[in-house]
């Protein structure tokens, strides 16, 4: 049969503008946190991450905020880029057997217009 | 250093028959993970190798295996194939999966099953 694509949420920014992306999380247990970025054709990428004894915590040009009480991650990219654009995707991890072991939110497609 | 190489990058296969694909992790890296990506599931944890052990597996049915090597690259088999196994393919490889930071993800096989 034919596939359905999965339509994601889009975020369409202009050039130099913050974007903020939004992902919530259902277990409580998950003490990790992780944004990813993903080009077209490549796979996911590392962007930043976060562990659950913290609320905010900066990279360069990226910050990401947890609110454990309503299970939410944000990601903030500043003065975005045409480069920046791709899905994003956060991540929530328990640990298990000495790793971490991930959810995938649905993603968010991030359109940086120049 | 070299990335995650996965082969092949992509392929076709018809539905009943069975493949495999095949991870090679960064030089030093223990750990392999898999993970599948589909427009209607999103990105959905399938298992974890380390040091030939499958340590950790994700809700996928017995289809669905693998096997790690003594120089840590990875394999992974789906037998009788069904349509809905047409999927991205990334494996994702880790010096220390312990510490976190999710892994360096390969570009993915795109298998279509026909």
């Known amino acids: ?114 | 250093k070299a990335g995650v190489t996965q082969t092949p990058r992509y392929l076709i296969k018809t539905r009943g028959q069975q493949v495999t694909l095949s991870c090679s992790p960064i030089s030093g890296h223990r750990s392999v993970s898999w993970y599948q990506q589909t427009p209607g599931q999103g990105l959905q944890f399938l298992f974890e190798y380390f040091s030939e052990t499958q340590r950790n597996k994700g809700n996928f049915p017995g289809r669905f295996s693998g096997r790690q090597f003594s120089n840590s690259r990875s394999e992974m088999n789906v037998s009788t194939l069904e349509l809905g196994d047409s999927a991205l393919y990334l494996c994702a490889s880790s010096g220390d999966p312990g510490t976190g930071g999710g892994g360096t993800f390969g570009s993915g096989t795109r298998l279509t099953v026909v």
């Open chain 1, 1 to 114: 049969g034919e596939s359905v694509g999965l339509h994601l949420p889009t975020l369409s920014v202009q050039e130099g503008d913050n974007s903020i992306i939004n992902c919530a999380y259902s277990n409580s247990a998950s003490d990790y946190f992780i944004w990813y970025k993903q080009e077209s054709g490549k796979g996911p990428q590392f962007i930043i991450d976060i562990r659950s004894n913290m609320d905010k915590r900066q990279g360069q040009r990226v910050t990401v905020l947890l609110n454990k009480t309503v299970k939410h991650l944000s990601l903030q990219i500043a003065a975005t880029q045409p480069g920046d654009s791709a899905v994003y995707f956060c991540a929530d991890t328990v640990r298990s057997g000495g790793s971490y072991i991930p959810t995938f939110g649905r993603g968010t497609s991030l359109i940086v217009h120049p």
